[in-house]
């Protein structure tokens, strides 16, 4: 293909960039269009916590996190993902280049030297009392204003009836395939 020249720059040369520009906002659509990314944090006792973030933000939000719940946050720790086991190592790269976008699993490690023996660290509990004792619940941030109402009389709610399910009636066919 011939390149036409236009002053200085070249058509070709206007059309990659126009490319690339297209290509940029289609990624930052997608980004978008994305409103959370599910984020599992797994620890050796097979732990695990979750937590919800924008897909635009940071790896480096996800270890803020972590130096805010682990119990012992005065040892260093790392992230990585599993099969085949890859140290995260770029935190300024956010969770959608990552590829953690919509959701992914991600394992946490101290930084233990070999010939160290803390067992009470590869054991131990990973997260603060405080964040153990919300397991199973669930927390929902809301930023609707709370609007006062009068409150509705309560009513009894009328008992549960449990009904007995009727065990099916069993067919005396045999299957064709049997010869007896």
Request: with cysteine.
């Amino acid at each position: 293909m011939e390149a036409v020249t236009c002053g200085s720059e070249t058509v070709a040369g206007h059309l990659r960039i126009l490319l690339g520009v297209v290509v940029w906002w289609e990624r930052e659509y997608r980004v978008l269009r994305r409103s959370t990314a599910v984020i599992r944090v797994r620890f050796p006792d097979n732990t695990t916590l979750e937590a919800t973030i924008h897909p635009s933000e940071t790896i480096q939000s996800l270890v803020d996190l972590l130096n805010r719940v682990v119990a012992r946050p005065e040892l260093s720790f790392h992230i990585y993902t599993t099969p085949p086991k890859k140290l995260i190592k770029d935190m300024t790269q956010d969770f959608y280049s990552a590829g953690f976008a919509p959701g992914a699993i991600v394992y946490f490690s101290y930084d233990i030297p070999k010939g160290d023996d803390t067992a009470d660290v590869k054991s131990g509990p990973f997260l603060h009392e405080e964040i153990m004792s919300l397991k199973g619940l669930e927390l929902v941030k809301e930023h609707a204003e709370p609007v006062q109402t009068a409150p509705e009389p309560i009513q009894e709610a009328p008992p549960l009836v449990v009904q007995e399910k009727k065990p099916a009636e069993k067919k005396s066919v045999k299957p064709k395939w049997l010869k007896m």
